[in-house]
């Protein structure tokens, strides 16, 4: 016989799940230690960290400093905060400026986009024999957020959309040794689109017959106990938890995007993810690390796009920066004013950033500008960020970091970053993680020098 | 190498030597072609030394299981000594030894950025001229190409250059046979025998002389291992004999449920079945052999079409013309083949099962389709076929008679459910 009452049929009843959380931990917790001499902040439920793939050009974006190829257009004015601000890429921008803080004394570790962005999702450098075991920010932000979970939950906490996966920007990192409660939730939007979470009307009758079905027809999910391999375990996991969101009345409040909060948005790729990342948010549906990507920042040829001027009318179709600043500018200045608006600002840092700068003075005979780890900016807002200024300062050409402007005195590394993230959500950014396969800890964030000379820290210099 | 049953040690003897004029027509260069480092502007300058080191850490890794990565850039001690003690007692010089087995292999594009090398043995020999670009600096060091596992060294016998002697004793070393037998059994079980099988620790495998405590024999079942390379060996290192071995095994053939109380330790003495997920292209394709709606899928750069996405030589073949069967099978974990593929689940996976349009389409009546020819048939042969054609074998009695309960409701509709449900089972996705 069938077993009668199996664990899926516990969910369909609704009946409290043991754990709480849309996905439920499979393992023990890892052995743990932290040398906890630090506060977290706490100051935040939610992060979203607006990924720009590629690496911006700092000179014309967040720390504008105009060269003789800088284009007429680009429309330099300095703004009321006394920031000189590029109006012809992000108009709208000016807007939250109040809000944010900008960070110009930013530095990465590495020139190729793979080796940044592994520093930028995990905090550490790669190294071929721990890269796979090495779990990213927002898997780490899973784990410890597994006790908060309630089970008014439908998201898992780490979602990411859109990440521009292949050989040049590698990968997005997920999460390593962690077990599957960890891992992200992963959709891309960009052409075709890929959202199995939202049931069209006309078939929601019968997939909820196909699911009562599917529970008592599914022998292979029903057997119990340790005997159950590791594999079946997780896959019931993650179907029960795919079927939690798909089932969920607050789903459809997140994915049917409305078309005047798309225009607002800019109505792209990036535009409508932000837009779900704001949905998110206002639903508090248990989302804590939201990895929102954009493709397309690296910019070595064309950088100020095609001088083609009959395409004008939107100026996101001239290419290099006014494309991607243009999604940009509509996607994050809407995101900040709603996230105002609705007072969940204050809960929810948000990010902005890529793997590293552009090189400064002339461009390259294509028009464009190469890697350049010296100098990258970042901006931030909410989660109890202190807006309205500019922390830091480079050269007149902006490739040089002249002032550093914080209590290390030093770049703000990508470690510094992942401590600050870790932080505001009240996670101690020292603890060790035990229980790898090559044996070794995961510490949070280390120190980047082996004696402690160049320690990691939060940015504390961006709440005070 | 399966389909023309070439022997693996005559396979990997040609991979490692081969030289071509152009790669694109000679198949084994590109081995070496592929773990070149190029400095420069990152097109048609290659750095040697660099591409030396690549061939040495990558031909150990592959061949013999030993995974040399971390020794490349620092000696083993005061690293390693908690992961390998074998491992823990090499130098960094051992790896450009092992590398300079391939001091004069030149490696070079033919055309700028199109992807077609030059591989010969034209190159000087492994210098510590040069810069690394992936590594830290080298320093002086004695260079005589040697083996790093018995230490045999050069002897420019007539005839054979530095990479066929390279060749020669790789393959002719027990552990060349140990780490081919040892990575089958993992693709198959799940697991290695040593796992992971890339992370053989020389000095922890020999049952007569165990290693210090706490240290343990690495393998599982070390007679198992070596028995199973000894017949390797004796028939004539073929790929084909030693798979019809494994799977023949009482243990391959074991249910993956295991009716008694499991422990963690247990996992590797084989006393259940590994479960895996399927990859993403043999989801795909085997959703579509399920329910016998296909499409073709064209190849970048040839005139023809293929009915499995398994067939596609680069996962963007059909990324501009099924954007958003490549959306979903990036989330199945499809990489462009440079990157190893994850067959991890993820919610993102179990969701689409149960709610793409790719699988809503394909589960529908359709013309041609599996369903529309077994409509035609008694409902006792309709479900009798959708389980063989899903999860490989027929329905229990209790199975068939929901089945058919679903199914006598409304054909066509219950059908459709049915086949819905057999794609969303857990034992359609994961082989177990």
Known sequence: MFPTLTRRKLWQYGAVSVTGGLLAPLERRLNAAASSKVQPRGSADCVIFLNLVGGPSQMDTFDYKPYKFTPEDLDARTHKLGILWPHGLLPKTTGILEDAAIIRSMAAWETLHNLGQFYLQVGHAFNAARAKEMPSIGSIIAYEMASKARPSDFLPPFVSMNFPAGAVNGTLIREGYLDSSAAPLTFDIRKGGNMPFLLKDDYRERFHQRLDFLHSFDTSRQQQGSGVSKMVREWDSFSTAAEKMIRSPQVAGIFNLGEADRKRYGASAFGDACLIARNMVSADGGARFILVNQGGWDHHGDIYGKTDKSTMEDRRARGGLYSNCGDLDLALSSLAADLKGTNKLERTLVCVMGEFGRTPGNLTDIKGRDHWPGVRCGMFLGGGVKGGRVIGATDDQGGKITKFDWHKNRPVYPEDVTATIYSVLGIDWTKRLGGSPSGREFIYVEDMSPTGFIGSTEIKELFT | ?432
Not at chain 2, 19 to 41: E, I, K, L
Not at chain 2, 92 to 107: H, I, L, S
Not at chain 2, 269 to 291: C, G, I, L, P
């Open chain 2, 1 to 432: 190498m399966l389909e023309l049953n070439v022997p693996y040690d005559e396979f990997v003897r040609e991979m490692i030597t081969s030289s071509a004029v152009s790669t694109w027509t000679t198949g084994p260069a590109n081995f070496v072609a592929r773990h070149r480092v190029m400095s420069g502007d990152g097109y048609s300058e290659m750095n040697h030394e660099d591409t030396a080191d690549e061939l040495a850490i990558w031909t150990t890794r592959l061949f013999l299981g030993v995974d040399m990565e971390c020794v490349s850039c620092h000696d083993g001690k005061g690293h390693l000594e908690k992961v390998s003690l074998w491992l823990a007692k090499r130098k960094r010089a051992e790896v450009w030894r092992q590398a300079a087995w391939f001091g004069k292999t030149y490696v070079a594009p033919v055309y700028g950025r199109i992807p077609e090398f030059r591989v010969n043995d034209s190159e000087k020999g492994y210098s510590l001229k040069t810069k690394s670009v992936t590594r830290l600096p080298r320093y002086p060091a004695d260079l005589t190409p040697t083996f790093v596992l018995d230490g045999t060294r050069y002897d420019a016998r007539p005839g054979e250059s530095e990479r066929e002697q390279y060749a020669r004793l790789l393959t002719s070393h027990s552990q060349f046979a140990r780490a081919i037998v040892n990575l089958m059994w993992a693709e198959l079980m799940g697991r290695g025998i040593v796992d992971p099988p890339f992370g053989f620790d020389m000095d922890r495998q020999d049952p007569a002389s165990p290693p210090p405590a706490p240290w343990t024999i690495q393998p599982s079942h070390p007679e198992l291992l070596n028995a199973l390379a000894e017949d390797f060996r004796k028939h004539n290192h073929d790929l084909r004999h030693l798979m019809r071995t494994i799977v023949m095994s009482n243990a391959y053939q074991l249910s993956s449920y295991f009716p008694g109380e499991w422990k963690a330790t247990y996992d590797a003495y084989f006393a259940r079945h590994n479960t895996r997920r399927m990859s993403a292209e043999e989801f795909w394709d085997a959703v579509q052999d399920s329910t016998g709606v296909y499409d073709s899928y064209k190849v970048k750069d040839l005139d023809r079409k293929f009915k499995y996405v398994m067939e596609a030589s680069f996962n963007q073949d059909f990324a501009g013309s099924h954007p958003q069967l490549f959306n979903l099978l990036q989330d199945w974990g499809q990489t462009d083949r440079e990157d190893p593929p994850t067959k991890r689940a993820s919610m993102v996976q179990a969701a689409s099962l149960l709610n793409h349009d790719l699988i809503q389409n394909r589960v529908k009546v359709t013309k041609g389709g599996r369903l529309e020819k077994l409509l035609a048939k008694g409902d006792d042969e309709l479900v009798s076929e959708l389980f063989l054609a899903t999860i490989s074998r027929p329905p229990s009695a209790e199975e068939k008679a929901k089945s058919m309960q679903l199914v006598s409701r409304n054909r066509e509709r219950g059908a459709e459910d049915l086949l819905w449900a057999l794609l969303n089972r857990a034992d359609f996705i994961l082989v177990q």
